[in-house]
């Protein structure tokens, strides 16, 4: 079973995402483009587990403790940068209370021997990959037509949110891509 940890985003702000993606997408047509039913904030990334180590990441999560949480989301960047895009992302901003709560599912999956995280927590929401059977290997052009479209418009806003749990997803890979199934989930605030 294919898993990871993630809040979900309020139907509101996936429906002005959605909106933006309408409108963005025809200037990336090569790129693979997330379906917004499928944004998430990532906390971790866990991979394949068998069933019954499943059932003790479940128990493990149940122990995390911490408050809500306030999230924006707004603003739009590139990883690993502008110069070399290879992820289109929308950017989340929720103080340091987002990043305790991140460190704090990291370390109780790593009480189960999953690997720490090795790079700093950076919580974004992932629109759209790179790619495409025209482009040189490691080397992009999707994104560029869709840079030069975004810096003539206003930076977007597309709303705040409090986030009151978190959820263990299954990752069911198909033909169309990725479907997340919650197959758990942890009260925040209690």
């Known amino acids: 079973m294919r898993t990871f940890i993630a809040l979900d985003i309020d ?20 790129a693979r483009w997330v379906r917004p039913e499928s944004l998430h904030v ?4 866990i991979g394949e587990k068998a069933p019954e180590v499943v059932e003790e990441i479940k128990r493990a999560l149940s122990n995390v403790r911490n408050d809500a949480l306030e999230i924006a989301f707004r603003g739009y960047g590139f990883f690993p940068g502008a110069k070399a895009p290879r992820v289109f ?3 989340v901003e929720a103080g340091p209370q987002l990043a305790t709560l991140a460190t704090a599912v990291d370390n109780n999956a790593a009480t189960l ?6 790079h700093p927590f950076s919580p974004h929401l992932t ?10 290997r490691g080397h992009s052009q999707n994104f560029q ?35 997340y199934l919650k197959i ?3 009260a925040l605030g209690q």
């Open 184 to 186: 758990a989930s942890f």
């Open 11 to 30: 139907d509101a702000i996936r429906e002005r995402i959605q909106r933006f993606l309408d409108g963005v997408r025809p200037f990336a047509p090569d």
């Open 127 to 136: 629109l759209a990959r790179g790619g495409g059977s025209r482009a040189p």
């Open 42 to 45: 990532t906390l971790k990334f």
């Open 113 to 118: 021997g999953i690997p720490k995280e090795e």
């Open 89 to 91: 992302w929308v950017g």
């Open 145 to 179: 037509q869709l840079q030069e479209k975004l810096a003539a418009l206003p930076t977007p806003e597309f709303g705040t949110m409090t986030a009151r749990e978190f959820f263990l997803y299954e990752s069911q890979l198909g033909r169309g891509g990725a479907r």
